[in-house]
């Protein structure tokens, strides 16, 4: 792809552009995650992000798919679109950076379906930055997982159904358990507003938590249940509503802080990233509806008393947000790898023990948009719209929720 867009522009006597490492993971990292999501989406603000290196000279982004494994036929699809045209030919850019991402190793049995994402970052500077080389040359790796606990086992993507009728119908619903070991759930009605309670479940007592994930992938929203005593299980959303009979993920939960979520950008079941007493970070890969037998040590932390995962700061990767026994919300940056981001953690609030409970939503304020919604001790329900990056002011969902519990 690198040669193919330099021959276009030494074609039209325009000056070749050079290559750079850390521009390259940013659109690595674009194309990584629009092929997990399965999405064409630019990143707004790109040129921001610390990786583009202050650009003072324009910045351009193009994406596109195609269904077999020529990346360079990519740059024919480019060169017939006038709008992306007018970036290959753009006379500003000096550096560009490359993402390649393939999503399906069954390409030559089912080639109607995306196989291959391309991303390229194209920026302009007055003074080129350190490390700018001439070519690719083998220098540029792309990222890879140190965790092959990520591997998926297998592709999934799971069938569009109506979930009209399921207990759970949308990622934006929320749900409790009452006092009594009684499931509802309340409908999404957008803009932070929620309809009545619905039960969809009894006996449900003895928890520590209780969690909403598709688990299996089919298209349905599952229950994973933490017991106290230490078993975890899975309860098998049905389409027609309710939920079948629990499948044994595993015993000896009890001492740990779970989060569920697809925390693996390149893994579309959902995993389990937990936090042991000592603050040590693991991470469980999904193996269905039956016993959980691989984990890896995938960093420290600061001991916790909740985890939630979200995507924080909006890039498209799954985070972790940790309350702390002093009430302070950390935040762990997602890499879409296994390991988190080594970095700063940032406190990123204070008094956090006040919430009973934290649950990650997706599209409660219209598609694309993600927040947090906790449960404070005085039995009021708030969120937080994340979509900007950052918690804004909280929005007062509901009260009277006072004994009730929170489903992650």
Known sequence: MFNAINSYRA???LAPVKYHATVASLAQDWSNNIATREVIQHRANFWTDPRALNPNNGAGEVIAVRWDRDAAQLVEWWKGSPGHDALLRDPRFNVMGIGITYTDGNWQTTPNRFTLWGVVNFFGYTSLPAGTTTSPGGTV???TDPVGVCEPSDKHQP????????SIGSAADL???GPDG????YPSLGSAKYGGARKIGIGFTGLKELFVSDWDRDGVFDLIAQ????ALLVYPGRQSGGFGSPGVLGHGWQSLNIAVGNWCANNRLPQIVAMDASGGLWLYRNSGMTYIRTQAAIGTGNRAVRLSMVDYNADGFQDLLTVEPNGYLRLYRGSGLGTPKQEARPVVGAAWTDYSGLRALQGVDGAGT????GLGANGVLEYWDLTSGKLTTPVAVGGGWGGFKLAQ
Do not use: E, H, W
Request: glycine share 10%; proline share 10%.
């Open 227 to 230: 017991r106290s005593d230490g």
């Open 370 to 373: 993600t927040g947090v919604a």
């Open 175 to 177: 749900v409790s358990i």
């Open 182 to 185: 009684t499931v509802y759930s």
């Open 159 to 166: 069938p569009t159904l109506d979930l009209s009728a399921a």
């Open 141 to 143: 790796q792309p990222p």
């Open 11 to 13: 074609s039209l006597g």
